[in-house]
Every structure is written in C-alpha cells, then in structure tokens.
C-alpha cells in the first residue's frame, strides 16, 4: 500500500472551512489542526510507513488529525471515524475538508497504530509536537517530573482464576499433537475450555482448599511434559506465564498445596494483561495497572518526554529516560550561554541513584529528600555526624565509630558496647547490640539533597515550579477514559498511548501559546 496524498484545494462553496471559522475560539485545537495539520503532520513524514507504490492508503495527515482527537476526547476508534463522518469540526481540523468528504473505515486507525508501532519512530506523532515547541523556543533547560497511575484495562484475577486461565492459555497454544499429551496428564477433570469458575461450595474451606490443590497438581504436570522440550516461542510464553502464576501465589503445606499468605513482590494480577501490577501511589491508596510518567518544561507547560511503567514500579526508575534530552544531548547554545539544567521532583524522585547522576551530569537539583527517620520517634542519622573523608560517625553523646565498608560502595557504624552505659540509649535504640547508622552508596548525595531542602530561597524556588506539572497531569486525566483508564493491553501499547495523549495535549497548549509556522519550515509564537 502506497503513502495517500492529502487534497490540497477543497471545492470553494463545499468546503467546511467557510462555516467553521470565526464559530471557534482561535485557541481552539480544532482551528490550531485546521492552521497547521499540513505543517505538523505531513504526509511525506509517515512515508516509510508504506510501500513505493501500490493502492494509495487514506492520507496519514488526515488519520494522523483523526487519532490526536480521538485520544484527546476518549473515543473508540468506532466513535472517531464516526465523529469524522458527522462532526464539521473534525473535518475542518484535517484542513478544512469539504462537508462530503469520505470517511473511512475504524481498522485503518487499527492499521496506522500498527505500522506506528512496527517503524523506527512509534512515538513521531509526539515527538512532532516537542519539535515544533522546541523551534518556537518553547523548550528551555529546565524540567519537571510526575506521575500518575494508570488503571488497567482489564479485571484483576484471583488465584484459581489466574491458574485456570494460564493453563487455558498453553493448551490453547500448544499443537494438536502436544495437546493431547498435555491433557492427557490432567488429572482435575477439569476440562479448562470456559471461563467459568468450577461448581463448588465456595462457603466451605475443604473445597477451596481441594480446588487449588487439584488446579495446581494440574499445572505442575503440565510443566513437567514440557520441561527439557525445545518448544515454539508462544507455548515458550504460554509455559513461562503458568510457571510465574504457579510460583507466585501457592506454597506446599505437606502434600497438597494451597495458597501462600503473602503476596509476591512482582505479583502478576491478570493472564490478560500480564505486564499489570498492583501498585500504590500512597501507603492507603492503591491501584492495578501501569504509571504514566511525564516531563514538563515548567515554563511552557509542554510535555517533553513520557514513559509507562507497571504500576510497583518507583517513580525514579524512569527518570534518566524522560531527562535524555538535557542529561545525554545538552543544547549547544544552552551551554555557551552558560545555562545549567535545572529538574525540579518530589521525593518519590529523591533517590540516590538518580541524586548522583544529576549531580554527575551539573544538573541543578531541585528534588526533595525523605528526611531521615528512626522508629519510635529516637534519634534519626541526621543527629549523627558523618564524616565520609575520615571514615567515621559520631553519635549525640560524642562517641564516635568507624565506618566498616560494604562491597556495594556503602558501609556502617556500629557503637557497640559503648551504648550500653550511654544516657541517651533510650533515645537513640532498644538493640541489644547497640546503634548501627548504616552508610549508603550515594549517602553524600542524599545528605546534601536534605540539606538543600531545609534552604528557604531553595524551598520557594521549589514550590513556584513543581506544582505546575500536576495541572499538566490533570490535563492528562480529565477524562475517565481519556487518561486515568487505559484503553489498550500490554506495556507497550499503553505507553503508545499515552504518548498520543501527551501530543494532544501538547497541541492544545501550543494553541493557548498562539504557536504558528513561518516561512521555511520555522514556528514562532505569535503575539497577535
């Protein structure tokens, strides 16, 4: 299929550009895609996508309008080219189209997803939108970080459930010839062809109990059949996926197993969707699914980057990712002007690692830091004096301790005896063996970062900042399926996703900033 062309002169008395304006606020993103679609998303941009010649495709600048307002407004794909169909804003928007255009049909935007996501730049939709604020002079050197959770799109599953459902799953991808070896160790009569729960007096603890006993005897025969065999990559998956569900949630109780009362540290919740993970963005509220991560230019309020992570994921992890453009591919006009990086988080960022490497890279480091704490409301490692040049600590008392290296770079002090006769123990420790102040590898970058935040002018510069990115993150989640509710299954489509929905709204800001094209390719912003 070849690359479609966008018509370029619409019929003068049918097109909807004649009705629409002077009907919608020019900060309006249907007026901004109707100025500027052809300068943001031109054709010849998707030509890789598609082949030299063939049957001409639906013009991707059009499809391109379609999907930023689609992920903009929450909709299927059913609704949007239902919406394009009937909605003169939506054709106007794509260049003003006239009121007749042809739409087409929902699996081209299936399609257009599709060779997004197989091309060399899945994310050019949203990458377009940095450019273009970038060579407006909207992108400076400084940056903001959050995040927000991101509900999954399907329903969490129970333990027999999740067994079930993967040993549905193998025999589903397995040949005719190995399922019939595999069912042939099934010793359940469970035939595991419907999603339904087994018939069980769920009310009494024995069934249950012989329930996931007999599910579980089912799974591990099934694994041992296929232990040692070269396998094809799905059953490979399939079996991988059975062998993770098994292991997570059952532990042996003599014979027979039943379910472990804990819960795995990675625990997958869905056989649908396996990437999904319980998380907490606070210690009482938790959520299923994934986290949206963005970076924010605070004084443009554009998105610069995004990045998905599961949801027990810290929100530091994706951190270098979302800084690559200020931490790898500082700008060159940026430097002989001598402007440093700044990247303003709060303390779900203040990690050592990340403190370091911000450090490292003479990024100014706006992150708050947990402040230290001990339990029972005694001393905290701040009362304590750590001399990391002399290798030693010295506890309130004036005692002072070596610091024995550990081999991750870190190390700790241990006072011993010598709080045994202390009168300040019972402020400081119950141990029997007295205070240890445990010295972390990055614990020079921690420190400073807490000492930062106890600086006044430091504290104002941080609270006129980082409060801006959490506007942007409303923008994001206004709408239940628009942002909060993932629309798509797998890491991978969700994060595609989410960058559509950072491109959006990054439209929508370049219109509220009057950004428009100029001759040669430029954008500027436009003061009347």
């Known amino acids: 299929m070849a690359v479609g062309r966008t018509p370029m002169q619409p019929g003068l008395l049918s097109s909807t550009a004649g009705f629409c304006e002077g009907r919608l606020a020019p900060n309006s993103i249907y007026v901004v895609l109707h100025r500027e679609c052809r300068a943001l998303f031109p054709d010849e941009m998707f030509a890789d996508m598609f082949a030299e010649d063939g049957r001409r495709s639906v013009p991707p600048m059009i499809v391109a309008v379609v999907m930023v307002l689609q992920r903009l407004e929450g909709l299927s794909d059913r609704e949007a080219v239902e919406r394009f169909a009937f909605d003169v804003r939506w054709k106007y928007a794509a260049g ?241 002007a001598g402007e440093r990086a700044e990247v303003y988080g709060d303390a779900a960022y203040g990690t050592g690692p990340l403190l370091a490497e911000l450090d490292q890279a003479g990024v100014e480091v706006m992150v708050k830091v947990h402040a230290a704490n001990a339990p029972g409301g005694r001393y905290s490692k701040d009362v304590f004096t750590i001399d990391l040049e002399a290798g030693q600590v010295t506890c309130p008392n004036q005692v002072t301790a070596p610091i024995r290296p550990k081999p991750d770079g870190g190390g700790a002090a241990c006072f011993g005896t010598a709080c045994a006769a202390c009168p300040l123990a019972a402020q400081c420790t119950t141990a029997r063996n007295g205070r240890v102040i445990t010295i972390g590898p990055h614990e020079v970058h921690l420190a400073r970062g807490r000492a930062r935040g106890t600086d006044p002018a430091w504290l104002a510069a941080y609270r006129a900042t980082r409060p801006k990115v959490e506007r942007k993150i409303a923008h994001l989640m206004r709408r239940r399926h628009g942002g909060r509710r993932a629309r798509v299954r797998g890491r991978a489509k969700v994060a595609a996703d989410f960058s559509l929905l950072a491109a959006a709204t990054n439209i929508a800001r370049l219109g509220v900033l009057a950004v428009m094209s100029t001759a040669g390719g430029n954008w500027a912003v436009t003061t009347g």
């Open 96 to 336: 003003g189209l006239d009121f007749d255009h042809p739409g087409f049909v929902h699996t081209v935007l299936v399609d257009m997803r599709a060779r997004l996501a197989a091309s060399d730049c899945p994310n050019r939709i949203f990458q377009r939108t940095v450019e273009v604020a970038a060579r407006a002079g909207l992108v400076g050197r400084r940056r903001v970080l959050d995040s927000a959770p991101i509900y999954d799109a399907v329903a969490t599953q129970d333990t027999v459930t999740l067994i079930r459902s993967a040993i549905r799953g193998l025999l589903r991808a397995a040949d005719h010839v190995l399922r019939a070896q595999l069912r042939a160790v099934l010793s359940s009569g469970d035939a595991y062809t419907d999603m339904a729960k087994p018939v069980i007096d769920w009310t009494d603890a024995a069934e249950r109990e012989a329930l996931v006993d007999s599910r579980a005897r089912d799974g591990y025969a099934l694994l041992a059949v296929l232990d040692g065999r070269v396998l094809q990559e799905d059953v490979t998956q399939a079996a991988h996926l059975l062998a993770t569900v098994l292991g997570q949630d059952l532990e042996r109780d003599g014979d027979a197993f039943r379910i472990a009362r804990k819960v795995a540290a990675d625990r997958v919740i869905s056989t649908v969707d396996p990437e999904a993970r319980h998380g907490h963005k606070t210690v009482r509220r938790s959520f299923d699914g994934y986290e949206g991560h963005v970076a924010e230019d605070p004084d443009s309020e554009v998105i610069t980057a995004t990045a998905i992570t599961a949801g027990n994921a810290g929100d530091a992890e994706p951190a270098t990712e979302l800084l690559a453009d200020i931490l790898h591919a500082p700008a060159p006009d940026a430097q002989a």
